[in-house]
């Protein structure tokens, strides 16, 4: 089993930074791809990023494509995501997620372990 906790959301000005950590423990997580999403009030989970454990390429959805980056620190066992230039749209519970393959994916459904989810709220 993989546990996984986020931190590092909070309130923040349109225009500004977060960097989102998401430390995981239990089973080594190298072999994992992991991914971050998001679910707005009233609305389904949606993707973010993935990141590849084999050849580390990225993935993004378009709405954060040059804003956000994810990162990983297999030493650390953690995944990071930085988010810069933040907009109001982008207020959500941010999740992280693993799974057991080593293949970025952007679907819901193919990961097996999710964190608990951080707040993020981007004011005007």
């Known amino acids: 089993q993989v546990q996984l906790v986020e931190s590092g959301g909070g309130l923040v000005q349109a225009g500004g930074s977060l960097r989102l950590s998401c430390a995981a423990s239990?089973?080594?997580?190298?072999?994992?791809?992991m991914g971050w999403f998001r679910q707005a009030p009233g609305k389904e989970r949606e993707f973010v990023a993935t990141?590849?454990?084999?050849?580390?390429?990225?993935y993004y959805t378009d709405s954060v494509k040059g804003r956000f980056t994810i990162s990983r620190d297999n030493a650390k066992n953690t995944v990071y995501l930085q988010m810069n230039n933040l907009k109001p749209e982008d207020t959500a519970v941010y999740f992280c997620?693993?799974?057991?393959?080593?293949?970025?994916?952007?679907?819901?459904?193919?990961?097996?372990?999710w964190g608990q989810g951080t707040q993020i709220t981007v004011s005007s």
């Open positions: 239990g089973r080594t997580f190298s072999p994992y791809a």
């Open positions: 990141i590849n454990w084999s050849s580390g390429r990225t």
């Open positions: 997620a693993g799974r057991t393959f080593t293949d970025a994916c952007s679907g819901y459904l193919c990961y097996d372990y």
